[in-house]
């Protein structure tokens, strides 16, 4: 009888409660930290990541289950939906981990052994409740909560523009249906964290004699090991049937990360290996490594926006170099659907003679003004022939044997920072050289890497010789591309790059522009200590507007042309033609005022410059300056700023001869005829042109293209004006006025050289022009 009531009185007992779990919460982000665009080169942005002032150990383990738990609740106000960083820290072995959001729980195992950062799957909702299983108990140090991704969108988007097209619609084409039925399993919707933002792209399942899950993707989706380790996956993110909006019950999150196999800048496209296996009844994507063809029909399948699945129709159109990628890519113009930020690493497939779908590039980029009522723009892709030898060997394709250097950036991961050989420190000194010696693509495919060091904030230039066609990449510390180049100028296959690099590990990456060429090349890598960075611009003061100075500047020199007015009224021009870096990082020079021949003189005269006083620079960032100038004794004073009249370049350096440059931004001249000059500056599609000449009497006189607009590939023009206004040293200053003279034509044969055309009250004048260099390195701007 007491056996019984005990049973009794335990059974009506209320059961143990579970500990209360740590709480983390933020307060809502403002509204200006999330006015971020919503799409970045392709990519689908979905969040911001906010970063813990101090990041939350879990120390509250509990003996549970035949282990241990921890429980957490982390709650970011206002999101949608949450990802949250845990932070890895001589963690015992792999736990088990469950993320609970609104209406759902996903599961993932974090393994130690994979990194030192975890991303916990997506949940919807503002506060995520996570449980972590451990067979053992971590120390209290072991996971952190370091970060928590406050998402703007829920995991369920319904994002895309109507004209897209769902998988789950028939296309007219029942060969095609079972293609797109079939291929449509190997499909990705992939979120990420890159910098302080997740993202959306998409992927593709591809099969390799390892069978195992390899991902293809774009590589500025994932560019570094860090971006692909925080990768959770959606597989069979379908709308069906069609015409709903009802998600597949099939859908799935595979949460775990991926791993970096093989990154290709210059191709556009990386491969990774999935953390953890995929669910049943994936198909893997068949790659077909052979080069697409012009009139081609092509096909891809995406997540648009995030969206459920899509596709696309169209056809190859042609080739070209995408943006300042050293490969030609595929272009197509599509018939039905529309490809949209979030697309960017989907597939691009022929239809095989047996009916299948085979993988020929990955969407890379697409035209700005695509849309519904204008589908049929271009789209970019990047080409499997390229990259498929490159990553042959990591995929069981090849075994290529002996090589001379390593393929990868993770290869150099067990190296000492101490190397000798192909990997050696950079000196400190000014004018510092490495010679790599001569090395070579010893197979088709052929990948080499080489890791140099820098100690301090150095220009430093790399090139290739030897004359095979070789492609370069310099790289970061992380493996993500900083600049690439095919052929570095005229008349030469060899590459080149030359960046301003702070101290640090970075790294260059060789390969043929011929995916099956094979050949030897010598490397090697200069420095020079030209300051911190390249302040080439127009400057002005915005509250004055009717003047400005004309920065160019090479090496330790700068070039200073200041467009003002003289006692009268009238457009006055003085130079400082070479102002010299001092000790404390301003620049410094005798300003001259000149007098020279008349604008339209033929042939060229003479000319005379006078010294009237000194000019000198001093620059707080590439974006605000000093300026400060005596004529005849008279001193002004002007802050400046670089003036901006649409995107503004990013001016570096370069040691070439700039044949292959886009960016026209520069100081010009004719060699022939010194004394006069034009400046350009380059933002989007307009040129700003200050041409400093002479009148009829000699005196220095300038005029102004303010809004040279492209009227064709490599074609500027616009009206031409003569300014007055107040004399130099007006205080305060007083609006200019200005009166059309003329027009002007710039054309560019191409990054070195043009025509300039232009006509002053009815005088016509013609010159061919090049860039002006007085100091190496010189500069380079690009859009």
């Known amino acids: 009888m007491r056996l019984l009531l005990l049973s009794l009185l335990l059974a009506s007992a209320p059961a143990l409660a579970a500990p209360v779990p740590q709480e983390i919460t933020l307060d809502p982000p403002s509204k200006a930290t999330l006015a971020q665009p919503k799409d970045v080169a392709g990519r689908h942005r979905t969040g911001i990541v906010r970063t813990l002032p101090k990041a939350a150990a879990l120390t509250g383990w509990t003996a549970e289950r035949g282990g241990y738990v921890a429980r957490v609740r982390a709650t970011s106000q206002g999101a949608l939906s949450l990802r949250v960083r845990l932070d890895l820290s001589k963690l015992p072995g792999a736990v088990e981990l469950t993320a609970q959001g609104i209406g759902g729980i996903e599961t993932m195992t974090v393994e130690p052994l994979l990194g030192t950062v975890a991303w916990t799957p997506w949940t919807e909702g503002e506060t995520q409740s996570i449980e972590i299983f451990s067979p053992v108990r971590p120390p209290d140090s072991a996971l952190n909560v370091g970060a928590i991704v406050h998402m703007t969108e829920t995991p369920f988007p319904k994002a895309s523009s109507s004209c897209t097209l769902s998988t789950s619609c028939p296309t007219g084409d029942g060969v095609l249906d079972a293609a797109i039925a079939e291929r449509k399993k190997s499909l990705l919707r992939i979120s990420f964290v890159d910098g302080g933002s997740a993202f959306l792209c998409s992927a593709t399942l591809v099969a390799t004699p390892l069978n195992e899950p390899f991902v293809l993707t774009a590589n500025h989706c994932l560019g570094s090991e860090a971006a692909a380790a925080s990768v959770t996956s959606y597989f069979f993110y379908e709308q069906t049937p069609c015409g709903s909006t009802t998600l597949d019950p099939q859908a799935k999150q595979v949460a775990g990360g991926t791993s970096m196999v093989f990154p290709n800048y210059n191709t556009d496209m990386t491969l990774v290996r999935m953390n953890v296996a995929p669910p049943a009844g994936v198909a893997y994507a068949p790659l077909n490594p052979l080069a697409a063809t012009e009139g081609q029909s092509v096909v891809t399948l995406s997540h648009p926006r995030g969206d459920a699945s899509r596709y696309t129709t169209g056809s190859i159109v042609g080739s070209t170099r995408n943006f300042d990628l050293p490969y030609d890519m595929y272009v197509v113009s599509m018939n039905r659907g529309l490809i949209e930020p979030g697309s960017s690493g989907s597939g691009l497939y022929t239809l095989s003679n047996s009916g299948v779908l085979e993988l020929r590039g990955v969407t890379s980029a697409a035209s700005e003004d695509l849309s519904c009522s204008a589908t049929t723009g271009a789209t970019i892709f990047g080409r499997l022939e390229v990259l498929y030898p490159q990553m042959a060997p990591f995929i069981g394709v090849s075994n290529p044997g002996p090589d001379d250097a390593p393929n990868r950036v993770k290869d150099w991961a067990s190296v000492p920072n101490t190397g000798a050989g192909v990997d050696l420190p950079l000196n400190l000194q000014p004018g510092g050289t490495i010679d790599f010696g001569t090395h070579a693509i010893n197979y088709a495919g052929d990948v080499d890497v080489y890791r140099f060091y820098l100690t301090g904030k150095r220009v430093v230039t790399l090139r290739t010789s030897g004359g095979i066609d070789t492609v370069a990449t310099l790289m970061d510390a992380s493996g993500e591309a900083i600049a690439a180049n095919d052929d570095a100028q005229a008349g030469g296959l060899d590459s080149g790059i030359t960046h301003s690099l702070a101290a640090g590990t970075y790294y260059i990456h060789v390969a043929h522009w011929d995916p099956a060429a094979t050949g030897s090349y010598g490397l090697n890598v200069t420095m020079v200590n030209a300051g911190p960075d390249n302040y080439t611009a127009s ?115 370069s040691d070439f001869d700039r044949t292959y440059a886009f960016n026209y931004t520069d100081l010009w001249w004719t060699a022939a005829e010194p004394g006069w000059g034009i400046n350009l500056e380059h933002q989007d599609n307009i040129i700003f042109a200050t041409l400093f000449t002479y009148d009829a009497e000699n005196k220095p006189r300038w005029f102004v293209m303010a809004r040279g607009a492209r009227t064709s590939n490599g074609v500027y023009s616009g009206e031409l004006y003569r300014t007055s206004g107040p004399p130099f040293n007006a205080s305060p200053w007083v609006a200019a006025t200005s009166a059309q003279v003329g027009s002007m034509t710039l054309r560019f044969t191409n990054g070195n050289k043009a025509s300039l055309t232009y006509s002053v009250n009815g005088v016509g004048v013609v010159k061919d022009i090049t860039r002006q260099t007085f100091a190496s390195p010189h500069v380079q701007c690009e859009q």
């Not at 000319?607 to 620059?619: A, H």
């Not at 901006?644 to 350096?653: K, L, Q, R, S, V």
């Open 539 to 653: 400057w002005w003061n915005e509250a004055e507007p009717g003047w400005g100075v004309n920065v160019n500047h090479q090496g330790n020199i700068l070039v200073a042309t200041l467009f003002t007015y003289d006692a009268d009224g009238t457009p006055l021009w003085l130079i400082m033609s070479n102002g010299e870096r001092q000790v404390d990082g301003s620049f410094q020079g005798v300003l001259y005022r000149v007098t020279g021949p008349v604008f339209n003189a033929q042939p060229w005269g003479a000319f005379l410059p006078v010294s009237v006083g000194t000019m000198k620079f001093t620059f707080a960032s590439k974006d605000s300056g000093l300026m400060k100038y005596t004529v005849n004794g008279v001193e002004v004073i002007k802050n400046i700023t670089p003036q901006a009249f649409a995107t503004p370049p990013d001016c570096d350096w």
